[in-house]
């Protein structure tokens, strides 16, 4: 899980996300230090399955981490709505995990907690990445052999911290100019 785990915090993910951010003067200052849950985690999803895109993984074990990765962000949309929406008690929070994940139970334990103070935190990481891989599936739909995905990346991180529908507007928009170049 650690590789995983590097790649969401690293490069491609929150390092390499956040320096861009930093270094940007063509947006408002809030933008460089804005922290929209789901445009920065879902950032960090993506960028843990844009590793394994690229062959970053070093080995099967490593993407096997990747995947228990996957599966404990799966559960955790499941503890989060039923913690939120259906009245879960903390220990079935805690007992719905410990049965699903092979993660330790210190572990759950932290992560149910933190679900039970912070609302919707642990859905915004999927719906970010999810919207960011929407969004690049409409643009290679869109672009065809114009779809340059450093562009898309640049377009995705260039304009800092956003709420994913102006992010999808950002997104169109640099559509729109790569058709009319």
């Known amino acids: 899980e650690m590789e995983a785990i590097a790649y969401h915090e690293g490069n491609p993910g929150h390092h390499m996300q956040i320096s861009i951010a930093q270094e940007l003067t063509s947006v408002p200052t809030f933008r460089t230090q804005a922290g929209f849950t789901a445009y920065s985690e879902g950032w960090g999803l993506y960028a843990e399955l844009l590793a394994k895109e ?3 993984y070093q080995n ?9 990765t996957e599966m404990w962000r799966a559960v955790r949309l499941v503890v989060d709505t039923g913690l ?5 008690t903390e220990q079935q929070a805690i007992d719905y995990f410990m049965d699903k994940t092979p993660i ?11 679900y039970i103070v912070w609302p919707g935190q642990a859905t915004g990481y ?20 114009k779809f340059d995905i450093k562009a898309f990346h640049d377009t995705v991180l260039g304009g ?4 994913l529908s102006v992010l999808e ?5 640099w559509v729109e100019q790569v058709k009319s170049s």
């Open 126 to 145: 999927k719906i970010g990445m999810l919207k960011i891989l929407e969004l690049r599936s409409k643009a290679k739909q869109a672009l065809g052999d």
């Open 104 to 114: 330790a139970q210190g572990a759950v334990i932290s992560e149910v907690r933190r």
């Open 169 to 173: 507007k950002r997104v169109d928009n």
């Open 60 to 68: 099967p074990y490593s993407d096997f981490g990747r995947l228990i």
């Open 160 to 163: 800092g911290a956003l709420p």
């Open 84 to 88: 939120h929406s259906k009245g879960w």
């Open 54 to 56: 690229m062959g970053a």
